[in-house]
């Protein structure tokens, strides 16, 4: 590995303890190897400390490769993910959940797509960037899901090519596990810490203000748990969310209320099919599988 690493990988971790290890354990099968970890521990009170320890240990890698920071008390994931990219010392970014995982090319595979995409750059003169480093600043992939029990969804949420800030204002298509982004940048647009709004989706939508579009790459390298927890009143606070967002971007009521009309038609149309193919992987499982 290379002293200065070119992806550093961000994991914020609060009461993780169940699924930690999993998601470790995703990056170190990355078959892209030139990576280092910063887990953010946002002031833990399960074993989620000693877990990162003992990985540490059990994995044999080097302080400088995992690289364990500690919030003095709870400071919300935005927080923990602005620090995580401040004291990074990679040139990309990519961020991962701590009950999530990735498939094992998932940092091969973008940065493949990074290399390939390099000929069709869109660079606004307005940017504040140099050429060079709007190749493509900003990319995510498409989406498996999981249940709790780390049994697979039948269900993929597919990504274009190449998606605007208009497009992606109507529905955030960037799952932030999936993401890999230049440094640069999320220091220029680091995380909102206020409550209550979408700090990932607000962030994208600032980068894709000065820049033409984020990469997509149409396939499921990031598997995404859905929680036992998502249920109906937790979608309604995730519309509230939404629209916070959109305010604090400043975009106007009447544009807001628009927006949300679409965020609401496509969110819960997702979400229908995803448990759908949830009880239908239930079925097939128990022999009870419809003709």
Known sequence: ?????????????????????????????????????????????????????????????????????RNEKNRGVAFSRNRGVREAR????????????????????????????????????????????LSSPLLFTASGFLKENGERIPYILEVPEKIRREELLKQNLISCSSVLCKRDWLLRFPMPEQPGIHEDFAVWLQILSETPFALGLNEPLLLYRVSSSSKSGNKLNAAKMNWRTY?????????????????????????????????????????????
Do not use: C
């Open 90 to 133: 990679g040139e990309w970014i990519a961020f991962l959940d701590a009950d999530d995982l990735w498939e094992a090319r998932k940092l091969e595979r973008q940065l493949s797509l990074l290399t390939s995409s390099h000929s069709e750059n869109e660079v606004p003169v307005s940017s504040p960037f140099p050429a060079s480093s």
């Open 1 to 69: 590995m290379s002293e200065s690493p070119l992806i550093s990988v961000v994991i914020p971790v609060y009461n993780a303890s169940r699924f930690l290890r999993e998601a470790l354990s995703s990056v170190l099968m990355q078959s892209f190897s030139d990576w280092e970890i910063l887990a953010v521990d946002d002031a833990s009170t399960d074993s989620s400390p000693e877990i990162l320890k003992r990985f540490q240990t059990e994995s044999s890698l080097p302080g400088e490769r995992l690289r364990i920071l």
């Open 247 to 291: 305010r604090y971007l400043g975009l106007s009521p009447l544009r807001s209320l628009l927006l949300m009309a679409h965020y609401s038609f496509r969110n819960l149309k997702k979400w229908r099919t995803i448990r759908r193919a949830g009880k239908k992987a239930d079925l097939t499982a128990s022999g009870n599988s419809p003709a």
